[in-house]
């Protein structure tokens, strides 16, 4: 599983036997509700960030993916005309590996019903897996700031702030907020206290230099 993704993911610790709910694009509720069993499926969620304790916060999520989709048609290309019956067609898919599916349109089946009114229908596999990924990116954003809670909003001139920082020891530096550093902002690397700050920093330090599991085990001789 992708390094970040688990690291990002804020459900990975589930208590086994817990209900959560687990972003579908291509379910009229808009999530499928499982049963938490430490199992590699739900592991697989966790590393995609389309695990939520709340119905509120899947729906919210789903809704923002389909927005953002549906403003940037162009970008996309996604279907627009319901395909017809028996039309095969390719479909944005976060839990497959080559991150898009290919079927035969079905207008009787929810499932494909639901995909082209969610935008997430296309002709081209290059299509769907470009959407998939522009997805991921989504619930990595979301997950990321539910965990770090950087500052989204400009605060007044002369706010101080705190900047996540990998270069400096302390893992952040203590800034006066002024238009200068708007593109911090919307970096997401400024937090209103410390804390967050030296958080995200860390967060950073071990996706860069991932930290090596310490073992007592001697290695063992080649063979000839």
Known sequence: MDTELEYICLRSSYPVGQAYYRLDLTN???????????????????????????????QQTQM???????????????ITEEPQDGEYVWVSDLFYEGFASFFEYDSSWDTTKQAF??????????????????????????????????????????????????????????????????HLLNYRLLYPDIYEAIQASTAMR?????????TTKKPEPDKQ
């Open 117 to 182: 009114k969610n935008h997430i229908l296309f002709t081209t596999a290059d299509g769907a897996v470009k959407a998939t990924k522009s997805i991921i990116q989504i619930l990595r954003r979301e997950a990321a700031e539910k965990r770090f809670k950087p500052l989204t909003k400009e605060p007044q001139d002369g706010t101080t702030v705190y900047m996540a920082d990998v270069t400096s020891k302390d893992g952040y530096k203590s800034l006066s907020y002024t238009k200068e550093f708007e």
């Open 28 to 58: 009229k509720l808009g999530y499928d509700e499982i049963i938490w069993l430490n199992s590699p499926e739900n592991l697989r969620d966790a590393s995609l960030n389309v695990v939520f304790s709340e119905i509120r916060e899947v």
């Open 206 to 214: 071990q996706l860069i230099n991932p930290p090596i599991p310490v």
């Open 64 to 78: 923002l993916i389909i927005n953002y989709l549906y403003s940037n048609k162009e970008k996309f290309n996604f």
